[in-house]
Every structure is written in C-alpha cells, then in structure tokens.
C-alpha cells in the first residue's frame, strides 16, 4: 500500500521514466509511502486504474507528454468516474503550457508546470497535511540543480538489464529554436560535476553499459564534455554505448582528441540540423555556422566511430520542397549513417505559432500536432513527405539495406528525388506505411530497381544478397535464388560495441540490447 502513487505511460515499455525518478528521489521522508509504477500506451486505461488502485493511494501523480496525453486522459477520466476522492496531479512538458485548453487537465486535481523535482514533494507535503492549496495550476521555479537529489540509484535491476538507462549533466539550451520546447529553458544549468561522474560509477558497476544523455547540448560546456567523455574512456569496457545530443557547428580540437580514442560503435551523436536554408534558419531563430558544421561531421565520419544520427525537419516556414531536397542531398553527402526526417510539430508553449498567419501553418488537433499544411506545402506534398520519411528508416537508416539504398539514390542525380520516386512507387504498389515484412520490402526494391530503374537483374541480386547477409541474415531469400546461385557466404561478422541498429551500419554483430 502507498500513499502516493507516481506513474506514467512510456510509448514503450524499454523506455523508463527519467522524470518520475526524480520526483521520487526528492520527496525525502515520503519516499517510504511511494510507489512508482509504470506502464506503457499499449496498456488498457481500466488495467491501469486497476494496478494504481490496488495500492489504495491518496496522491496519483502523473506524466504527461506528447505521445502519451490522449491514453493518459482516458486514465484520469476512468480514475475520477472510479474514485473522485483520490487527488490527481499532473506534470510533463505536455501540461506545462495551454492548460486551459486541455481536457486532462481540466480532470485533474493539480497540474506542475516546469521542472517539478521539488514542487511535488512540496504539494504532497500540503495535500496530506491537509492544507492543499487553493490553486489549481502550479508554476514550479527552475530548482537549483545542485539541491536535487540525483535519481540514479531508482532504476532498479530490471531496468539495468533490460531498459534504456537516461542520464543528464545540464539542463537548458542557450539557443531560440522556435520548434523547440527547450527554446524556453534558458539558461543552461550544470550539474555538479563530481557527484554526477560518482553516480555514473555506480551505474556501471551495476552493470549498466548503456548510457543515453538527455542533455540538449551536451558539448556546450567543453570542459565538462571532455572531462565526461575521458571518465567513460578510461573506463572503457567492451559493449559500452554512449548517446549524446550535440550543437553540429561547435567541436574543437579538445573534444576531437578524445571522441577518436573511442572504439567504432561506442558514441552515436544525435545531430539537429534541421535545415540548409539559411532563409529559414532566420524565420526560425536558428544559429548555425554551416561550414563548421560539415567540417565536424567530415571529421566524425572520417577520423572518429561515432554513429551519427542527423536530424531534418519538413514543414518548416519558408522551407519549399525543392530547398528541402537540397538540404537533404548536401546533408546525406556528409555521410551520417542516419538521417531522420522529422515532420515539423507544434508543441504546446513553443513560439512556431507566430508563423501561422503568414505562412499559413495548419497542424493537426491532436497529437503529436504535426503540420497537415502551409502556403509552399500543400497537404498532398506533405503526405508524400510523411511516406519519404517512414520508407527513409526503413531502407536507409535500419541498416538493413546500405548498399541498396546508395544503388536506389544514384538513379537520380538528386538522392532526395530518387528515393522519393521510390517512395511514391511503394506506396501506389502497397497502400501502406507500416507492417512491411523485410523480405517483401527486400523484393519490392529488386523490382523498383529492375523493372522501373532498368537495371541489371544479376547486379541488383547480388547488391541485395550481399546487404542481407551484412545484416547478419544467411537464409536467402527465394527470389534472389536464381540471379546469386553460387555466392560465396561472407564471413562471420567481428562483434560490436552499439546496438543492433546501429552495429548493422559497421557491418558488426550486436551484443548487448
């Protein structure tokens, strides 16, 4: 039994709450009457209620974001109908702006907007003493972070075998990106460096090998990137596997140093750069030194086994589809291993609003916002752009099909028009986005490239047999039987550091999920 219930709903059940760790980890004595249960959207809203009520609480706190708040308000409203009496409170990006618009809140007894760590200790403290406050919606001030008691030590043994360990060393981010909820959290604030690496110690000698940094800008601070990176290098084991979020255009000599003393597959580098367009860039209140930018990435792929996972967005203001094509072509030239083609959101609180007159933006109600269309997008542009984007990680980021995927792009002398003929042709062919069995999308790429792109039947065979057995895969498939009767079988694959995505990109089994 417990008095306070903390609880969410991941988008799936390897992602673990960063946020309710921190909130239990600073509630102090009350932790002793807290229980923090997880779920996932997947789940039925009457099972959730179900588990929540069985510890008979009279606090149930909850964490709403993006891609969880339409399932989430159907547990609320169940929860409510239920027990009326059970004081709901809510916190998470999703609720902490435009509350008045949303239903959950509404249902809700309480909702934290910002950083809640302290607030909801604070309010739990008030609810049980039997002196709630008489307002509804809460401002949490920004904690200072040095107060915070560090959640690491709430990922329980489940978690460290088999979820996605999130740590962070700041939080914020100093720029204006106005598609981004972090545009608003300014200033950047760090962590205390050595009980930070002291937590880090304990995670790995509980076995942990996974380590995803949260930080919007983890290289901003170059003295604390190195110093984390150089921590982690001396500890260096096989199978350790770093994320970490970084400004494209700032990596100086001091980071380089270290980042190429990492085995290949160890680092992956999330890297936002959104857009090409400097025209756009303006309207979005975007910095970026584009020089700099590809310098560094020639440098990752070059000199480094960094993973780089390269973000563009479509549907930005003043973005046509033939500006897009360039950025995407000049971004792929770089050679990240992933390009992932976002769909411009409006995320509750951002400032993308002030365009919507001008440039027409229409999004959608419901989550997760995305635009339907503007003025130099039309909606059926945008549709075939949302096809591009889900067929793009299919073929060209899953690692699946490398070698296929550059034979697919040189049938164009624009890669971004290649493939989006390719992808236009799919979906005429399948009607569909998703449950695309690899075989059959395997199949459907022999016969895009043989019957609509001319090519050699016996080139493209031996291209798709040999990113099939690259991928760790010997059986082959019937319809490449005829063209690659006698090929000889690769030879077994060197084990890798990263993940199974990302190791299929060096060609390298995977050896830790």
């Known amino acids: 039994m417990a008095q306070i219930v903390l609880t969410t709903l991941n988008a799936k059940y390897i992602h673990a709450s960063f946020g309710l760790r921190y909130l239990l980890a600073n509630l102090g004595p009350l932790r002793r009457e807290t229980r923090l249960i997880e779920f996932d959207i997947q789940q039925r809203p009457v099972d959730v209620i179900e588990m929540i009520l069985a510890q008979q609480p009279r606090i149930v706190g909850l964490g709403v974001y993006i ?24 916190g998470g990006p999703e609720v902490s702006f435009e509350t008045d618009q949303q239903e959950i809140a509404r249902l809700a007894d309480y909702v934290i907007t910002g950083e809640a760590d302290l607030e909801f200790a604070a ?36 978690d460290v075998a088999h979820r996605i360990i999130y740590v962070e060393a700041s939080r914020g981010c100093p720029f204006t990106c106005e598609f981004c909820l972090s545009s608003l959290d300014v200033p950047v604030r760090q962590f205390p460096l050595p009980s930070l690496l002291a937590e880090l110690q304990k995670l790995l000698d509980r076995g942990v090998s996974q380590f995803k940094f949260v930080d919007r800008t983890f290289n901003l601070n170059i ?13 260096h084991r ?32 999330e890297v936002g750069v959104q857009t090409f ?16 930018l590809a310098d560094n990435i020639r440098f990752l792929r070059q000199q480094t086994g960094v993973h780089i996972h390269a973000d563009l967005i479509a549907g930005l203001p003043g973005e046509t589809l033939e500006s897009f094509a360039q950025g995407f072509d000049r971004l792929l030239a770089l050679g990240p291993q992933e390009i992932q ?19 027409q933006m229409v999004y959608s109600a419901h989550p997760p916002y995305e635009i339907l269309q503007n003025k130099l997008l039309d909606f059926s542009v945008m549709q075939r752009l949302r096809r591009f984007a889900r067929y793009w990680d299919l073929v060209g980021n899953s690692g699946n099909f490398l070698h296929t995927t550059a034979m697919l792009c040189r049938t164009n002398s624009s890669a971004f028009t290649a493939f ?6 799919l979906y005429a062919r399948i009607g569909r986005q998703h449950s695309i069995a690899l075989d059959r999308l395997a199949q459907f790429l022999f016969e895009y490239l043989t019957e609509e792109c001319g090519l050699a039947c016996v080139t493209v065979a031996e291209t798709l047999w040999r990113d099939w057995q690259r991928a760790g895969r010997r059986e082959k498939p019937a319809f490449l039987a005829a063209y690659v009767p006698n090929a000889e079988a690769l030879p077994p694959r060197v084990k890798s550091e990263a993940p199974k995505r990302q190791a299929r990109h060096l060609g390298l089994t995977q050896t830790s999920l």
């Not at 891609?67 to 059970?86: G, Q």
């Not at 049980?128 to 040095?146: C, M, V």
């Not at 083609?341 to 440039?359: A, N």
């Not at 989006?420 to 042709?425: F, L």
């Open 238 to 269: 096989h199978g350790l596997f770093l994320h970490f979020e970084m400004i494209p255009d700032r990596l100086p000599e001091p980071l380089r140093e270290v980042i190429a003393q990492f085995p290949p597959g160890a680092l992956q580098f």
């Open 223 to 235: 003295a604390t990137s190195k110093a984390i990176l150089q921590f982690f290098l001396d500890r």
């Open 67 to 90: 891609w969880n708040v339409s399932e989430a308000t159907e547990v609320v409203a169940a929860l409510k109908r239920v027990r009326p009496d059970i004081i709901v409170v809510l």
């Open 123 to 158: 309010l739990c403290r008030q609810i049980l003493a039997g002196t709630p406050p008489d307002k509804k919606i809460i401002p949490a001030q920004l904690p200072e972070l040095a107060q915070l008691t560090l959640p690491y030590e709430f990922y329980n043994d489940e």
């Open 277 to 292: 367009d400097e025209t756009v860039s303006k309207n979005i209140s975007r910095r970026q030194d584009y020089t700099r």
């Open 420 to 425: 989006m003929q390719w992808s236009d042709w």
């Open 341 to 359: 083609v976002g769909i411009l959101k409006r995320l509750r609180g951002t400032p993308i609003t002030r365009h919507d007159e001008s440039w």
